[in-house]
């Protein structure tokens, strides 16, 4: 009798317990339901948002784009993207025969309506003092006459390099925050190897203006990355073959990019043949002719793509061992040169710093 008293006792115990559960959960349901609209409860419930990766692609300044960014909101931004570009390229093209810079080259001067071509400018200028020259805008007379410009690949027989070598000069524009001037007739402008890069920086600075910290912004092959990729690993890009049928798969190294910028300029695809003469698209603003050196690649690390898309095609005028030189005295900017040797075979030069975050590929 005792043990089956005992037993009663206990299993009461329980139902009091339970019921005791119950009709705390249930105080606690009212009280939740009540002050629903009346701020913070004592328990608070956080909810996890899932971080979404967002890719958008388009077309831009005769090439291609991709933008991949993580978004708890999951926002797409590609209209926002198109529409500044159409802008940009407003300004910047010499494709687009009413732009900034086309005004400019049929005329002598012109005041700004966009903030692009002062940027540009400055920007090119300190590339231009760096380099000696190397790096000229104003090289776009013997760009299109060699063939390379809107009027096609086709050099005339006629031409006077040497007179047209009197109207290149970036020392010979004048310019402050309003306006640009020519204090020679005949100067041509031509962002083609800087633009790409100042169109990926604005770019990114949309993306930053709208709260995005992770993301990689390419424009035909110059490219920023900030942040991590969606598997919390810093971007990775690949660098191709220095060949002119290499497909983008053709990786010759990756490189990892820790909020860096990355240009890569190369003689390889863009070119023609004339008399069994291969005619690279680099023109060497000092002698008017295409460059002829062992550089095939000039890949550049910089904080922004602006500066890494115009130090990559300085060093492709410049060669191998001004590359090089060039690299030891700037600290802002790492390479990855990859050049002929003397056997045809590949070779490659690389900054210290450079080093930690660059693998090549097996062959």
């Known amino acids: 009798m005792k043990q089956l008293f005992s037993e009663v006792m206990r299993s009461n115990q329980q139902k009091n317990i339970l019921y005791s559960l119950v009709l705390l959960l249930l105080v606690l349901a009212v009280y939740l339901w009540r002050n629903r609209d009346q701020g913070a409860v004592d328990l608070p419930i956080r909810q996890e948002t899932a971080v979404q990766r967002i890719t ?7 090439t ?4 991949t960014y993580l978004d708890e909101e999951g926002r797409n931004f590609k209209n926002e993207v198109d529409s500044l570009l159409v802008v940009f390229n407003q300004s910047l093209s010499t494709y687009i025969p009413d732009s900034e810079i086309s ?14 071509l002062p940027q540009v400018l400055e920007a090119s200028k300190e590339v231009y003092q760096e380099t000696e020259g190397a790096f000229d805008p104003t090289v776009g007379p013997l760009v299109n006459v060699w063939g390379f410009g809107p009027g096609g690949p086709e050099l005339k027989d006629s031409v006077d390099i040497q007179n047209l070598l009197s109207k290149v000069g970036f020392d010979k524009l004048r310019f402050d925050d309003t306006e640009v001037r020519k204090s020679v007739n005949g100067i041509y402008l031509d962002f083609s190897a800087i633009a790409k890069g100042q169109g990926v920086d604005v770019v990114a600075a949309l993306l930053a203006s709208k709260g995005i910290e992770n993301y990689l912004v390419e ?11 969606d598997k919390g690993e810093i971007w990775k890009i690949g660098v191709n073959r220095p060949e002119e049928n290499a497909s983008s798969s053709d990786l010759y190294s990756i490189i990892a990019l820790d909020n860096k910028a990355m240009a890569t300029s190369g003689n390889y695809r863009n070119f023609y ?6 005619i690279s698209h680099t023109i060497d603003p000092k002698t008017g002719f295409p460059v002829r050196h062992n550089l095939l690649s000039a890949t550049v690390l910089a904080p922004d793509c602006m500066t890494a898309d115009a130090f990559a095609t300085a060093m492709m005028v410049m060669g191998l061992e001004k590359a090089i030189a060039l690299d030891e005295k700037l600290e802002e900017i790492e390479v990855f040169l990859i050049y002929s040797g003397e056997d045809g075979s590949y070779q490659s030069f690389v900054s210290e710093s450079l080093k930690p975050f660059l693998s090549f590929m097996t062959e």
């Open 273 to 278: 043949v004339r008399d069994s003469m291969k």
């Open 64 to 67: 291609t784009y991709q933008i």
């Open 219 to 229: 424009i035909g092959g110059e490219l920023v990355a900030r942040g991590v990729n």
């Open 56 to 62: 958008i692609t388009g077309q831009t300044m005769g």
């Open 103 to 116: 005004r400019f080259n049929q005329q002598d001067s012109l005041v700004f309506e966009l903030p692009f």
